[in-house]
């Protein structure tokens, strides 16, 4: 079990710039979630996959955002035109959903994005 | 709607209790407990479903109270190793499909 990993641990841009992170689930895994977490509170929903289906995305998120699952293997997650606001943890998730069952999350350690 | 954690932040000795609360404001129909070490991932503890179930494994426990929509994480003599930032996770409804985090209660214990 490689677990999730996630590229790269640390991203600083500048503002206006664009940026793109990496998300390779565990390979067995059908479902793949985006949160994002600032410092001292929990992770917020951004977006999530099925296979390769995009099913949901937060209302919060800006149209800056935008998630790709090619294959329904691994994920990216591009910034557009980065704001100082967009300065977070992105963390990405997965997990093994076999019909109507609950499943645990395994999660990534993360991409700390400082936007200057 | 994001769940509400009590409390906020919590120090402990080595060996004594701790209760972690987590509450909403909506029917819940799951609860999932985390843990997160600083600077690591969030790391799954547990899941209680709705109908009022309590689970644990080792020291740690949790109940789930359906009618009053809270869950409660129990750790009993806590060791070094129980530190870090515990998350609970809700899901509102069946079929929900993500979790919704809160704000995270900090545990330290100290020797």
């Known amino acids: 079990d490689t677990g999730v990993s996630q590229d790269p641990r640390h991203k600083i841009t500048k503002r206006g710039q664009n940026v793109t992170f990496r998300c390779d689930p565990i390979s067995e895994h059908n479902r793949l979630y985006w949160y994002r977490q600032t410092l001292g509170q929990g992770p917020e929903f951004l977006t999530y996959?099925?296979?390769?289906?995009?099913?949901?995305k937060s209302r919060l998120l800006s149209d800056r955002f935008s998630a790709e699952r090619p294959k329904g293997s691994f994920s990216t997650l591009e910034i557009q035109r980065t704001e100082q606001g967009d300065s977070a943890m992105y963390l990405c998730?997965?997990?093994?959903?076999?019909?109507?069952?609950?499943?645990?999350?395994?999660f990534g350690s993360g991409t700390q994005l400082s936007v200057l | 709607q994001q769940p509400v954690q009590s409390p906020q932040a919590v120090i402990l000795r080595e060996g004594e209790d701790a209760v972690i609360n987590c509450s909403s404001s909506?029917?819940?129909?799951?609860v999932h407990w985390y843990r997160q070490k600083h600077g690591e991932a969030p790391v799954f503890l547990m899941i209680?479903?709705?109908?009022?179930e309590q689970k644990g494994h080792d020291k740690i426990s949790a109940s789930f109270n359906e009618k009053k929509q809270q869950s409660s994480l129990y750790l009993t003599a806590s060791q070094l190793s129980y530190s870090g930032t515990y998350f609970c996770?809700?899901?509102?409804?069946?079929?929900?499909?993500?979790?919704?985090f809160g704000t995270g209660t900090r545990l330290t214990i100290i020797p």
């Open positions: 996959f099925q296979n390769e289906a995009q099913l949901e």
């Open positions: 998730a997965s997990s093994l959903v076999l019909g109507a069952t609950n499943e645990k999350l395994f």
């Open positions: 909506k029917a819940l129909y799951s």
């Open positions: 209680l479903l709705k109908g009022g």
């Open positions: 996770g809700t899901e509102n409804n069946f079929g929900n499909e993500k979790l919704t």
